[in-house]
């Protein structure tokens, strides 16, 4: 069975002329027709997004039967997090605390998916944060949480989101830490792993959004959003992926 997953940090919906406009994301999200889409930075309640409740508006307009909304940070009025969309039954939804000290807060989204009666996925939506070092603790908290613990090496599994991580120095510890691989890494001139470039968005030079997968997913594809809106609509490009669910 073949399933498409998008990710996509979509800045509230406000593009590069700062502009809150929902539709280009909603424009972007239909053309790629995803299954299941991983949302970060998405407003609820704050008045800088109309007091929207974004997840929910995004969801209704791309006809997505079941979304899960994860609230990270709380603002003067309404809040902002990760959210999910599927087209399968979400049957779990819980949010992980990756905040390090007093630094920005910072989230995990954890769903399980019901692709069919067969097929269960384990899909965690993350931000993480801005310096390495933070990086590398929220790598280690989400290691050790009940939701990711819990979990049997052979059950199909994806980590994806904004990871931030600029130098790639957390492939080494997803691929031989904790057994997955990257579907955003492309080779290089001399066979070397190369991230996706998908920030910022009008001239991508950081590999910054990425997905890892485990368990009976087989890759398929994976490309970057190369739609015109998609440079001034948030200042991330979308990645698509393409899987196998053996």
Not at 3 to 32: C, M, T, W
Not at 140 to 148: C, N
Not at 206 to 213: A, C, F, N, P, V
Request: glycine letters at 8%.
């Amino acid at each position: 069975m073949k399933i498409r997953v998008l990710s996509y940090n979509i800045h509230r919906a406000i593009g590069f002329d700062r502009r809150f406009k929902p539709e280009r994301i909603i424009e972007i999200l239909q053309g790629h027709n995803a299954d299941i889409v991983l949302l970060q930075e998405v407003d609820e309640g704050a008045p800088r997004s109309r007091e929207l409740k974004l997840a929910k508006e995004l969801a209704d307009a791309l006809n997505y039967p079941y979304y899960a909304m994860g609230h990270n940070v709380s603002l003067r009025k309404g809040r902002y997090g990760n959210a999910t969309l599927s087209r399968f039954p979400i049957t779990r939804e819980r949010n992980i605390d990756l905040t390090v000290g007093i630094l920005k807060r910072r989230g995990c989204q954890h769903t399980t998916i019901n692709v069919n009666d067969k097929h269960q996925l384990e899909v965690f939506n993350l931000h993480l944060g801005l310096s390495a070092r933070e990086r590398q603790k929220q790598a280690g908290i989400l290691a050790r949480s009940k939701e990711y613990e819990s979990l049997d090496m052979n059950t199909p599994c994806l980590i994806g989101g904004d990871f931030n991580d600029w130098r790639s120095l957390l492939r080494a510890l997803f691929i031989e830490g904790f057994d997955f691989k990257c579907a955003t890494d492309k080779k290089d001139n001399y066979g070397l792993p190369k991230a996706l470039k998908t920030y910022p968005s009008f001239s991508p030079k950081g590999g910054l959004d990425r997905m890892y997968y485990r368990g009976g997913l087989r890759l398929i594809s994976a490309k970057r959003c190369r739609y015109k809106v998609s440079k001034i609509a948030s200042d991330h490009l979308a990645i698509i992926i393409d899987f196998e669910l053996a």
